[in-house]
């Protein structure tokens, strides 16, 4: 039972360098998100997705992009890799049910990039 | 949204109980509270959630003010495995998609 998994665990780019960043799950969950975590801080929503073929964004989506055409899969995408998007990324997933019937996140264990 | 004030940081005794509190003055009635902690900078870690009644399993209680204005999670034996930074959060609710709003939480030190 893998959970939800990330690649890479690390990486350097070089400013205005693009790279994807990978995650899959083999729960069979609907909904998946992609957070990033600056260092002291909390996590911030970049996107989510409810299904596959359905994406939506986050509080911080500026500078990625999403895709999810299976619904194991949700990579994220960086176009022109910026500074300010050094950070720990996090993907996550749940079965995102009604109101009442609302399951636990699980979390990836995250991949730490760095842009210089 | 409802939004969570939570002490930055808090120290507790290892064998202790840990009493993290939690205030979500603004959480309306169908907005369920739920605990995260995370170690190290791993990914977080589900730990519970409640609506109203007081909650308990295998990790944690989770105790709710009648008024449903705060909360305090409790870790009956605290050990040194459980420094983490812990996270309340209230759940948004928009549309069809149901998301987590994190805040900077409690980092929660234990000690021998």
């Known amino acids: 039972n893998a959970g939800v998994t990330q690649t890479p665990k690390f990486r350097i780019l070089k400013i205005g360098q693009s790279m994807t960043l990978q995650c899959t799950q083999d729960m069979n969950h609907n909904y998946m998100y992609w957070y990033r975590q600056d260092p002291g801080m909390g996590l911030k929503l970049i996107y989510y997705s409810v299904g596959a073929g359905i994406t939506d964004k986050g509080e911080v989506p500026n500078g990625y992009n999403v895709s999810r055409s299976t619904t194991e899969d949700f990579p994220l995408r960086l176009e022109l890799a910026a500074p300010s998007q050094t950070s720990v990324y996090f993907c996550?997933?749940?079965?995102?049910?009604?109101?009442?019937?609302?399951?636990?996140?699980?979390f990836g264990s995250g991949t730490r990039l760095t842009v210089v | 949204d409802a939004k969570t004030t939570q002490p930055p940081s808090m120290d507790c005794a290892e064998g202790r109980a840990a009493n993290l509190p939690c205030n979500h003055s603004?959480?309306?009635?169908?907005?369920?509270v739920y605990w995260y902690r995370q170690i190290h900078s791993q990914g977080p870690q589900y730990i519970i959630h409640g609506l109203k009644n007081n909650e308990t399993n295998e990790m944690a209680s989770l105790i709710i003010t009648e008024d449903r204005k705060s909360s305090t999670l409790i870790l009956p034996h605290a050990t040194l495995r459980d420094t983490a930074v812990y996270y309340c959060i209230v759940r948004v609710f928009t549309g069809t998609a149901s998301k987590l709003t994190f805040g900077t939480g409690t980092r929660l030190q234990v000690t021998l």
């Open positions: 996550a997933s749940n079965e995102g049910q009604g109101l009442t019937l609302w399951y636990g996140y699980t």
């Open positions: 603004t959480i309306s009635g169908n907005e369920y």
